[in-house]
């Protein structure tokens, strides 16, 4: 028992607080959740050791005040300053991610993912085996590593850390979820009711409520021709990792929490603001054989709106802003 009634009562929390009206986490079975395993992969996922030229780390393209992303349609922070080819996704809710991660699901799970930015020659760009032996040099991290995983630092270890960490970043504690919770004095205006009302309508059957995603892959009708194989197949999207055509031009939908300050928008960065997404819906949609049926409804493409209803739509989103979650001391350096 702990002489410090702070600690007492930091023992008593749960590591991970899931909303009521949120279904059960990805409960990772080689990887459970401790409270020293968090706060290592917290350490190290803001400290700057883990590329390779001690320059750039974790949080340099997911930035915590902007819900886990950078701001930039298209990332050149890494180690080269070259250009990325998609847009830095926000990291919120992960512990709900169970049908891959990145745009196009190339990956499986948080600790195989940490893997591609770590050695990426554009982003991180670290050896692996020269960041263990820079980690077990320095004591407080052979302490850490030792708390978290009773071993010494190793590379499984290091993205099993980050992966905890990430799965504690939940946003839950919107204007919104305060009102749908039935919270005293939280309100929606009329005109952000009416944004509901037509996000159920128009926007849910992707962006399903209450994690604003369905975690699966859609055509949103950004693009026509799929041809171009450049960059790994990454303009691609699902079909880079299938090698199915019907996943040509599919790409992961995102969380619409926070979309307030998570601009730009889409997996290539290409609309710089609210407006800019909904006119695309409204009257932007390209047709391919892949786009998704709630986009083509019998030939008509997209989703009609007048400027009043995509400025209610805009009034509800605005309502997932979580500051609560934005400003939490845990979440950041």
């Not at 204007?175 to 919270?183: H, Q, V, Y």
Request: aromatic content about 10%; glycine content about 6%; overall charge negative.
């Amino acid at each position: 028992m702990s002489c410090s009634g702070t600690d007492d009562y930091q023992e008593l929390q749960p590591l991970v607080s899931v909303p009521d009206n949120f279904p059960p986490y990805v409960d990772s079975q080689t990887n459970p959740l401790s409270r020293d395993g968090i706060a290592l992969g917290k350490k190290l996922f803001f400290d700057t050791t883990l590329s390779g030229n001690n320059a750039v780390s974790c949080a340099s393209c997911h930035l915590p005040q902007k819900a886990f992303t950078d701001g930039l349609a298209l990332s050149n922070l890494g180690i080269s300053g070259n250009t990325l080819h998609r847009n830095s996704p926000t990291l919120v809710n992960l512990a709900w991610a169970n049908n891959g991660l990145f745009w196009d699901g190339g990956s499986t799970n948080l600790e195989s993912q940490a893997f591609a930015p770590l050695a990426h020659p554009d982003e991180m760009f670290q050896n692996l085996n020269q960041l263990v032996q820079e980690l077990k040099s320095n004591a407080t991290y052979v302490s850490m590593f030792e708390k978290a995983f009773k071993q010494e630092v190793t590379q499984s270890g290091i993205v099993k850390a980050l992966a905890q960490f990430q799965r504690t970043l939940i946003s839950s504690n919107s204007r919104f979820d305060k009102f749908i919770r039935n919270e005293s004095d939280v309100t929606m205006t009329d005109e952000e009711l009416d944004g509901l009302d037509l996000a159920e309508q128009f926007c849910f059957s992707c962006h399903t409520s209450p994690l604003f995603t369905d975690n699966l892959y859609h055509n949103n009708g950004l693009d026509s021709d799929f041809s171009d194989t450049s960059f790994e197949g990454m303009l691609q999207g699902r079909f880079r990792v299938t090698n199915n055509v019907n996943d040509l031009g599919k790409f992961k939908t995102p969380t619409l929490r926070n979309v307030e300050v998570t601009a730009p928008y889409m997996h290539d960065g290409r609309f710089s603001t609210l407006d800019d997404v909904l006119n695309h819906y409204s009257s932007g949609v390209v047709n391919s054989p892949t786009l998704d049926a709630s986009l083509n409804n019998s030939g008509t493409l997209g989703i009609p709106l007048t400027s009043s209803e995509k400025a209610k739509i805009i009034a509800f989103l605005k309502t997932l802003t979580d500051n609560q979650f934005l400003n939490d001391t845990r979440f950041s350096e």
